[in-house]
């Protein structure tokens, strides 16, 4: 376990001081007002050691200058209808907050196809999701539960995973590295559901590959996953894919309002998406008659996180030629990943 010591704090915010003032105006977005917890996350992604915490956290703000990510909530993706293609194919959404106030993420990983648009548009969904989270989500979190607020927990419906997810290499692993490299330390727990046999197979192969923070933070749970989740979490705030157990759930919760968290009907969906033209209005931005999608710079992928996507790989070539319903590649998405 990393223990981060209070020297090694002070040293990192001493270096923070000396960095060029754009640099000090995009990280007061990253931090929100706690720039020693946001120190703190990048020390554990980098083992305590302050040198490389440091660079990978300049490194992270150079990125957000370079891609002008402090203005992606301000670039909505029209029309309606390409944005609806994408919450129907890269399944991921908010269904609420646990017992202790952190937002409950929700994510398809067997169902997400990513077939509905470039990867360019599900890369800008992705981090519009994840700037929406850290700017609006966890401070108003933050204000509501009476206590900072930085992380979520991720609960990863596994239903539908096939082989042919293999195809999906590249984004998700586009994906995950953005997270890993910009985003570290933002999830409380993954808790893994509906996960088929097979999974297990898998599990074992790439759980050694992972460091041991990341490990202590997965879950596996049995089935649905419903009566260990609301252990910490209302009935309300389960994921759909979680309130029955062996089929899916109602699109509709008791109180009559949309229960599928991962359709832009959903009322997180409705707000992102209306927060983002509504952005874009304020600062008469032509983001609503220009379409085309917002491009970011892809960033590699670390050693450790590119090993472990060429073992997932390999095994599930393995399973495949030995049970054509193998497990997908969308686990190298989830990435179960370090952030």
Known sequence: MVFITEESIKEFQTLMEEIAQPLKKTFQNVHQGYPTGTLIRFLKARDGNVSKAHKMLVDSLNWRIQNEIDDILTKP????????GLRDSYLMGMSGYSKEGLPVIAIGVGLSMFDKASIHYYVQSHIQMNEYRDRVILPSATKKFGRHISTCIKVLDMT???LSALNHIKITTVLSTIDDLNYPEKTDTYFIVNAPYIF???????????????????????????????????????????????SSSSRYSRN????????????????????????????????????????????EPDPEGAKIAQTIETEFQRLGNGNQNGVSNSLCGIKINAD
């Open 256 to 299: 009559g309002t949309y229960d599928d968290c991962f359709s832009l009907d959903h009322s997180f969906h409705q707000q992102l998406y209306n927060y983002t033209k509504d952005q874009a209005e304020l600062l008469e931005a032509d983001a609503l008659i220009k379409q085309g999608s917002f491009h970011v710079d892809f960033p």
């Open 160 to 162: 539908g995973l096939k």
């Open 77 to 84: 993706i029209i029309p309606t209808d390409l944005y609806r």
């Open 200 to 246: 297990s197979a898998c599990w074992k192969v790439v759980r050694p590959l992972l460091q041991e923070r990341t490990r202590k933070k997965v879950q596996v749970l049995s089935g649905s996953g419903r009566d260990e989740l609301l252990k910490i979490m209302d009935y309300a705030s389960l994921p759909h894919f979680c309130k029955k157990e062996g």
